[in-house]
Nanobody, 122 residues
Framework: QVQLVESGGGLVQAGGSLRLSCAAS??????????MGWFRQAPGKEREFVAA????????NYADSVKGRFTISRDDSKKMVYLQMNSLRPEDTAVYYC?????????????WGQGAQVTVSS
């Protein structure tokens, strides 16, 4: 059974920072075989892509709305993925989901986390 568990969400003022973490586990989940990423869903909106990191080489991809503010990284030895979020804005308020799959940025996701709430106050 594969599990992705997010942590690090919370309430922050606009302009502040948060770091989300995602811990992967499961005997059948070979972490370094998967691209990993983050999506988010705001109230009343569809889930949208935020960032992804390749399984090899560490190439990253970001949504235009977060470029220059968010940074995705991974630690294969710990089976962890991180999302460093700086200069947060109220419009970044959403539930953030960790994802793992072959082409995460295209929505080809095999595994989802349960989500972590991020709230940015103005």
């Amino acid at each position: 059974q594969v599990q992705l568990v997010e942590s690090g969400g919370g309430l922050v003022q606009a302009g502040g920072s948060l770091r989300l973490s995602c811990a992967a586990s499961g005997r059948t989940f070979t972490f370094n075989h998967y691209a990993m990423g983050w999506f988010r869903q705001a109230p009343g909106k569809e889930r949208e892509f935020v960032a992804a990191i390749a399984r090899v080489g560490g190439n990253t991809n970001y949504a235009d709305s977060v470029k220059g503010r968010f940074t995705i990284s991974r630690d294969d030895s710990k089976k962890m993925v991180y999302l460093q979020m700086n200069s947060l804005r109220p419009e970044d308020t959403a539930v953030y989901y960790c994802a793992g799959g072959a082409l995460v940025e295209l929505g080809h996701v095999d595994y989802w986390g349960q989500g972590a709430q991020v709230t940015v106050s103005s």
